[in-house]
Structures are given as structure tokens and as C-alpha cells.
């Protein structure tokens, strides 16, 4: 079974950063085009970024609201996805997951790790 | 990227259908057969209930069905169950690695 544990998420100030990780378990990240998404409270979800499989090059894009300021990396040893997120701003605060995705559908989701940034 | 477009609720009684609206454009829902739906129970994660316009995962009911005309796809609830009241996403792959998704619908069973 496909479990992803997203961790890292706070209350920060605005202009700070942000570490998120996400461990996964039942799946070799390499070997997936894993994804962020963020759901702001009483909204939907955002496409937040990706990162493809090893084998599709590990190319990584953004959506532009983040794009400059989120980083998105993985460990293979330690088969962990990352969100390094900077210049954090009010609306950057979500809930964070780590999703897999396939043929444009996000399959597998992590339970979520919520990010709020305020002053 | 514009989120793509729902309506914000639709209901039915146990048994009837309902059906839900995703209305994007041409370079996202009318670009491409990668649509998929998500059923969402509050403070969980979404559920992908529906892949590639109309495929349904291993374990989701056949209730559930998608199809999609033009740049709007479509997610029909037949037979609707108490337990199909939540909030409903569609996505579209947009082009250039790039997602979108819809602004949601709540389904009520009433």
C-alpha cells in the first residue's frame, strides 16, 4: 500500500521560509511524478509544482504564483519529497500534500500539513 | 491559469442523479482528455474517483461516471447514497507541466 506522510508545517511570518517533507512508503518516488498541492481554507485546490520520475529526466515545474520563491527536490535515499518554500506570503497559507500523479490525474494523497503564515 | 469553473452546489434525493459541470477552455478541458474528478468529505484529502475524461478507479462505484464535450466535462452521480454528500473538484491538465483545477461543487443529499 501507497502511504505518503507529508510533515513540516507551521505558523510562520511573512518573508520567512518553510521546509515541508513528505516520506513515502509502498512507492520509489524516482520512479514517480510526484506533485505538490495546496488547498487554502474553504477552497479548492491549487497545483503547486511537480517533479517527474528519473527516467522522464526529473524535470520540475511551478505554477506561477509560487514559481522564484518554492523549490521542489526529492532524496532517493531517503525516498522523501521536499517543498522548500521562501519569501512566504499570507496567501501561501494551506494545507500542503504530496501527491502522486499519473496521465494527468493525482492518485495518491498524503493526509496533509498545514502551512500559516501571518504576522 | 484560471481555476476551471463549477457550479457551487447541486442536490438531489437518495436515488436520483445529479450531475456536476467543469467549463475550462480550450487549453485545458477542450485541449486535452486528461480530466479527472475528486470527492472530497471535510478535513480529508481528496479522492480521485475519476481519471482521463471517464475512467474509474479500482474500488469506485459504477454511480459515478464522466464524460466531456468540448471545454466542459461533466460528472454524473447516479443512484445518489448519503454517503455522496461532499465536495466534488474536477482537473485538467493544462499544457507545459502545468494543472488546474475547479473551483468545487458540494453535494447535498437531501
Known amino acids: 500500500e501507497v502511504q505518503l506522510v507529508e510533515s513540516g508545517g507551521g505558523l510562520v511570518k511573512p518573508g520567512e521560509s518553510l521546509r515541508l517533507s513528505c516520506s513515502a512508503s509502498g512507492i520509489i518516488i524516482s520512479n514517480a511524478w510526484m506533485n505538490w498541492v495546496r488547498q487554502a481554507p474553504g477552497k479548492g485546490p491549487e497545483w503547486v509544482g511537480l517533479?517527474?520520475?528519473?527516467?522522464?529526466?526529473?524535470?520540475?515545474d511551478y505554477a506561477a504564483p509560487v514559481k522564484g520563491r518554492f523549490s521542489i527536490s526529492r532524496d532517493d535515499s531517503k525516498n522523501t519529497l521536499y517543498l522548500q518554500m521562501n519569501s512566504l506570503k499570507s496567501e501561501d497559507t494551506a494545507v500542503y500534500f504530496c501527491?502522486?500523479?499519473?496521465?494527468?490525474?493525482?492518485?495518491?494523497w498524503g493526509q496533509g500539513t498545514m502551512v500559516t503564515v501571518s504576522s | 491559469q484560471s481555476a476551471l469553473t463549477q457550479p457551487p452546489s447541486a442536490s438531489g434525493s437518495p436515488g436520483q442523479s445529479v450531475t456536476i459541470s467543469c467549463t475550462g477552455t480550450s487549453s485545458d478541458v477542450g485541449g486535452y482528455n486528461y480530466v479527472s474528478w475528486y470527492q472530497q468529505y471535510p478535513g480529508k484529502a481528496p479522492k480521485l474517483i475519476i481519471s482521463?475524461?471517464?475512467k474509474r478507479p479500482s474500488g469506485v462505484p459504477d454511480r459515478f461516471s464522466g464524460s466531456k464535450s468540448g471545454n466542459t466535462a461533466s460528472l454524473t452521480v447516479s443512484g445518489l447514497q448519503a454517503e455522496d454528500e461532499a465536495d466534488y473538484y474536477c482537473s485538467s491538465y493544462a499544457g507545459n507541466n502545468k494543472y488546474v483545477f475547479g473551483s468545487g461543487t458540494k453535494v447535498t443529499v437531501l
Open positions: 482521463d475524461v471517464s
Open positions: 501527491v502522486t500523479e499519473s496521465s494527468g490525474a493525482f492518485h495518491i
Open positions: 517533479i517527474k520520475s528519473r527516467s522522464n529526466g526529473g524535470t520540475i
